[in-house]
């Protein structure tokens, strides 16, 4: 950070035309060396007036500087930086949710800022402070964040106007239809799990949230099963729609339930896509909470991503595949139709 900082006052100082005709210079670094948001920083006291940054940190290799970590640093530290930034910072929150689940790829529970775990306290010492004085362990709070966490909220005899008062205090906006929809699968949740929770809230929602501009699926899940157990053969019977024409059913076996899942789907839609990354997460605590599954597949020598998200997680992981092989498929791209089962 320190030589970076340099090259940054070293132009200052010897170039006066910049200060004089107010040109301004940029900061843009990549996270190769874990560095990018503090070398950033560097740039930013010795003189830069724009940060390239992404959400997340996502980008090329290790990614780039992560925009929500930047502008916090320069919000909480502001008289160390003397500069300020407009970004509405209770957006943070919810923008990196929002990024994560477009694009498929999740957010490390420990990750500074936006991670489930940034003010999570679980040692003694730790919660003891925090009951006394939150100050003492978060130089931020929660809500500076837009952060939602594992509030109790609504059961299953909430009416739409508490659960829309709900969404409204999450800061979402839903339109009557995509309201609809997520109201009928909140109270469908609520006969699933015992305690529905604001991050529950947030899931079912992100599941909507930017589906109408984006390309339809042509491919439906209709049902899912399998089969496996210690002696026995991974099975799975997987049933999918292909727009108007009938459902389509394919059985296949493989390593594993979920192998087995998405050999079948395979061949039902004829794209053979390879399985570059799978991760599974929980939303909230206990044994019923609804698990997130991430997928990124290979098609023609491109990266597809898929969500899912179901209190049944083999449920999810289904969703989540199929959702990356549509994403293929929107691309238009050739692909070889293998014969299957049609009911």
Not at 32 to 46: Q, T, Y
Not at 74 to 83: A, P
Not at 247 to 265: H, N, S, V, Y
Not at 305 to 324: N, R, V
Request: hydrophobic share 40%.
């Amino acid at each position: 950070p320190k030589t970076y900082g340099e090259i940054f006052s070293h132009l200052l100082n010897k170039l006066p035309i910049l200060r004089e005709k107010k040109i301004i210079l940029s900061s843009h670094c990549h996270n190769d060396l874990g560095l990018a948001v503090a070398n950033s920083l560097a740039g930013v006291e010795a003189g830069a007036r724009q940060v390239e940054c992404t959400i997340n940190g996502l980008g090329e290799r290790a990614g780039n500087a992560a925009l929500e970590e930047i502008v916090m640093a320069i919000k909480t530290r502001g008289d160390f930086y003397g500069v300020k930034t407009n970004i509405n910072t209770p957006k943070l929150f919810p923008i990196s949710r929002m990024v994560s689940r477009i694009t498929g790829m999740a957010v490390q529970r420990n990750k500074a800022i936006v991670g489930q775990n940034a003010f999570a306290h679980e040692a003694g010492i730790h919660q003891h402070g925090m009951l006394q004085n939150r100050a003492t362990y978060e130089i931020m709070r929660p809500d500076d964040v837009g952060y939602v966490g594992e509030n109790l909220v609504l059961g299953k005899h909430s009416g739409r106007h508490a659960f829309r008062d709900r969404v409204n205090s999450l800061s979402f906006a839903l339109e009557t239809d995509v309201f609809e929809q997520v109201f009928q699968e909140f109270i469908a949740l609520c006969d699933k799990k015992k305690d529905v929770y604001d991050s529950d809230i947030v899931a079912l929602i992100e599941s909507h949230v930017g589906e109408k501009h984006a390309a339809p699926d042509r491919w439906k899940l209709i049902s899912v099963q399998t089969f496996a157990g210690a002696a026995t053969i991974p099975t799975a019977t997987v049933e999918l729609q292909c727009e108007s024409e009938p459902p389509c059913r394919d059985a296949a076996t493989g390593d594993g339930p979920l192998d087995a899942i998405f050999l079948a789907m395979k061949r039902i839609t004829g794209v053979a896509g390879t399985l570059r990354n799978f991760q599974v997460r929980s939303v909230t605590g206990g044994e019923d909470a609804q698990g997130e599954a991430f997928v990124e597949i290979l098609v023609n020598e491109k990266t597809y991503h898929g969500k899912g998200i179901s209190t049944d997680i083999i449920q999810a992981s289904a969703e989540a595949y199929l959702k990356a092989l549509n994403r293929a498929m929107s691309d238009k791209q050739p692909t070889k139709r293998v014969l299957a089962q049609h009911d």
